[in-house]
């Protein structure tokens, strides 16, 4: 499958834990973005990775908030002493021209 | 700021078309899209329009853009059960390099 790959599909984590979400992109696909969606809600942008420079971040990434992108290939994206409100489905997206194709997602839930 | 606006539910008849609606604010978007996202699932990019284009088409599916409105449909042809899911509209923020800004969605259902 040559689709944007995201692992874990599912995370479930208690409060205050720190998680870490992966998301292999279509290879050559330059930019990748990260998005969160909550219930009834569309995606919200996080942040953008051009190659391994995080270009732009969303006022939504607060301080427990950090994504990573090295050697331009995988990225990560940790949450650090999540809290109940960082409960969304959390979701990768590459681009290289102008189609941008997501992955699965990533479903958080914090207890 | 941006923003883009669209109805949040629509039912219709299977074999009847859907039109699903959407507005936009950022009069540089390049690029409108529309995504399809089933339960638990990610989002399956449908189609994108440019925007010098005026109307696409992609077998059942026709994407018509106005632009001086900023108004942005979809309409799908024939519908059918699996068509039934949530639809997303999205605009390129800032050109072709940017983000993209969505709709909350639209929730089609399609009776039998």
């Known amino acids: 499958d040559t689709g944007v790959s995201q692992n874990p599909r599912h995370k479930i984590t208690k409060r205050g834990q720190n998680v870490t979400f992966r998301c292999d992109p279509i290879?050559?696909?330059?930019?990748l973005y990260w998005y969160r969606q909550t219930l009834g809600q569309g995606p919200e942008f996080l942040t953008y990775?051009?190659?391994?420079?995080?270009?732009?971040k969303s006022r939504l990434l607060s301080d427990r908030f950090s994504a990573e992108r090295p050697k331009g290939s995988f990225s990560t994206l940790e949450i650090q002493r999540t809290e109940q409100g960082d409960s969304a489905m959390y979701l990768c997206?590459?681009?290289?021209?102008?189609?941008?194709?997501f992955g699965q997602g990533t479903r958080l839930t914090v207890v | 700021g941006e923003d883009v606006e669209q109805s949040l539910f629509l039912s219709v008849r299977e074999g009847d078309s859907s039109v699903i609606n959407c507005t936009y604010t950022?009069?540089?978007?390049?690029?409108l899209y529309w995504y399809k996202q089933e339960p638990g699932a990610g989002l399956q990019l449908l189609t994108y329009?440019?925007?010098?284009?005026d109307m696409k088409q992609d077998q059942r599916l026709t994407v018509l853009l106005n632009k001086k409105d900023k108004h942005l449909s979809l309409r799908i042809a024939d519908t059918q059960t699996g068509d039934s899911a949530i639809y997303f509209c999205?605009?390129?923020?800032?050109?072709?390099?940017?983000?993209?800004?969505f709709g909350k969605g639209t929730k089609l259902s399609v009776k039998p």
């Open positions: 997206a590459s681009k290289r021209d102008t189609e941008a194709f």
């Open positions: 290879s050559e696909h330059n930019r």
């Open positions: 990775f051009q190659n391994e420079a995080q270009l732009e």
């Open positions: 950022d009069s540089s978007s390049t690029y």
């Open positions: 329009i440019f925007s010098n284009m």
């Open positions: 999205a605009e390129n923020y800032g050109g072709s390099q940017g983000n993209l800004i």
